[in-house]
């Protein structure tokens, strides 16, 4: 009985040692995530006030600015979806 209770002990602290570990795992990931949110959140109003200033400004043609602020939103949108990695 003393031996069962010792075995289901020490079965219940390697489970709480292996949740403990995945939590940890997780982590990491989780902060990733939120940075690449975050570089994708700035690349994105970096790309709308391109878009944005080509009704205003007179430096450049503004075909161009919308073509670059158009560029500049869909490399953001690679960037939140995973598929490019800064």
């Known amino acids: 009985m003393v031996r ?3 075995n289901t002990e020490k079965e219940e602290e ?3 040692q292996e949740d403990v570990d995945q939590e940890e795992k997780e ?3 989780q902060r990733s995530v939120s940075r ?5 959140l700035v690349i994105g109003l970096v790309g709308a006030a391109l878009t944005l200033g080509a009704y205003s ?5 503004p ?3 919308l073509g670059a602020g158009l560029f ?4 953001g949108l690679l ?4 598929f490019i990695s800064l």
């Open 4 to 6: 069962q209770r010792r």
């Open 14 to 16: 390697k489970r709480e």
């Open 27 to 29: 982590k990491p990931r």
């Open 36 to 40: 690449r949110n975050k570089q994708s």
């Open 57 to 61: 400004q007179t430096y450049v043609k």
């Open 63 to 65: 075909g161009i600015s």
């Open 72 to 75: 500049v939103l869909f490399f």
């Open 79 to 82: 960037v939140s979806e995973g």
